[in-house]
Antibody, heavy 121, light 107 residues
Framework: QLQLQESGPGLVKPSETLSLTCTVSGDSVSRSGYYWGWIRQPPGKGLEWIGSIYYSGSTYYNASLKSRVIMSVDTSKNQFSLKLTSVTASDTAVYYC?????????????WGQGTMVTVSS | DIQMTQSPSTLSASVGDRVTITCRASQSISSWLAWYQQKPGKAPKLLIYKASTLESGVPSRFSGSGSGTDFTLTISSLQPDDFATYYCQQYSSFSRTFGQGTRVEIK
């Protein structure tokens, strides 16, 4: 049974780096044809795609966040990660990790439960 | 970025009603459109991709149609479990974007 679990600090100071990890069980991040990625949702607002990664390390990022986003994958731990640099209050959101549908990045077919990250001093 | 606009923003309906939500893209996206359902405090759930392909396990009362710039999500007979917020998402351009959401509430 596929499970995705986000982990990381729930509070990050402005100008610092937000770091989250998604641990996958019930599937392999190395499975051919599947991208993995991150989507966020500010409180009371809509969804925003952050980016997607393939096990080979290929990445696709939201153009509006590209300068601040780094995604990586660790196949030995069956995890993938998100770093968002120079955060501000507008980065406060629930962050979801997800497995995308086959052969397509950005369309999230299976989601983690989400983790709330607050940016505040 | 391609802008996605949903209408209405809020929809009031009764159990058994036929419900239609519209999503319009700022430029043609062919059929590269997905629909999600989200309930309060929960992660979204994929309902439909490629405009009209039903995700496995999704009830057949949900259907999607459209191509180019105009798309619709239809619920043929609204059930109590369907009261939620619905989002469309385009995956034509490299920067994937969502609509602002349509909340379906009890009339």
């Amino acid at each position: 049974q596929l499970q995705l679990q986000e982990s990381g600090p729930g509070l990050v100071k402005p100008s610092e780096t937000l770091s989250l990890t998604c641990t996958v069980s019930g599937d392999s991040v190395s499975r051919s044809g599947y991208y993995w990625g991150w989507i966020r949702q500010p409180p009371g607002k809509g969804l925003e795609w952050i980016g997607s990664i393939y096990y080979s390390g290929s990445t696709y990022y939201n153009a509006s966040l590209k300068s601040r986003v780094i995604m990586s994958v660790d196949t030995s731990k069956n995890q993938f990660s998100l770093k968002l640099t120079s955060v501000t209050a507008s980065d406060t959101a629930v962050y979801y990790c997800a497995r995308h549908i086959r052969d397509t990045f950005g369309v999230a077919g299976f989601w983690g439960q989400g983790t709330m990250v607050t940016v505040s001093s | 970025d391609i802008q996605m606009t949903q209408s209405p923003s809020t929809l009031s309906a009764s159990v058994g009603d036929r419900v239609t939500i519209t999503c319009r893209a700022s430029q043609s996206i062919s059929s590269w459109l997905a629909w999600y359902q989200q309930k309060p405090g929960k992660a979204p759930k994929l309902l439909i991709y490629k405009a009209s392909t039903l995700e496995s396990g999704v009830p057949s009362r949900f259907s999607g149609s459209g191509s180019g710039t105009d798309f619709t999500l239809t619920i043929s007979s609204l059930q109590p479990d369907d009261f939620a917020t619905y989002y469309c998402q385009q995956y034509s351009s490299f920067s994937r974007t969502f609509g602002q959401g349509t909340r379906v509430e009890i009339k």
